[in-house]
């Protein structure tokens, strides 16, 4: 059974038996909420996820395009491939790089 991890997100249809799963195990979740594209999936366990967004040029009073990349865990009980739209939730730092998790997947 999955519990509830104060989040508006599906939860998944299957159950693992990791510790670092926000559903089924013990990682809490808290903090930023963001969205973006999976571009890579080739480490064990982590997923790199980039995210687009707009940064006002107060000089030219316009917009210009950036983005960023981050790495988060994945949970067994959810699958990603690249090109997913994915919800992912800020956590306590899981190792040197990852401090976020897959909360949501919403297939490409």
């Known amino acids: ?5 104060g989040l ?4 998944p249809t299957q159950e693992c ?7 089924h195990g013990t990682l809490p979740v808290r903090g930023q909420v963001i969205t973006g594209k999976v571009v890579s999936e080739k480490m064990k366990g982590t997923v790199v996820v980039e995210r687009e ?9 316009r917009y210009e395009k950036r983005s960023s990349k981050l ?5 067994p009980c959810l699958h990603v491939k690249v090109g997913d739209e ?15 998790v897959v909360v949501e997947v919403k297939s490409a």
């Open 8 to 11: 508006n997100v599906a939860l």
């Open 53 to 61: 967004y707009l940064h006002f040029i107060r000089k030219y009073d």
């Open 86 to 100: 994915v919800k992912v939730a800020e956590c306590r730092p899981l190792n040197k790089t990852t401090h976020f």
């Open 17 to 23: 038996n990791e510790d670092d799963c926000p559903f």
């Open 71 to 75: 790495h988060a865990h994945i949970a």
């Open 1 to 5: 059974m999955a519990r509830n991890i």
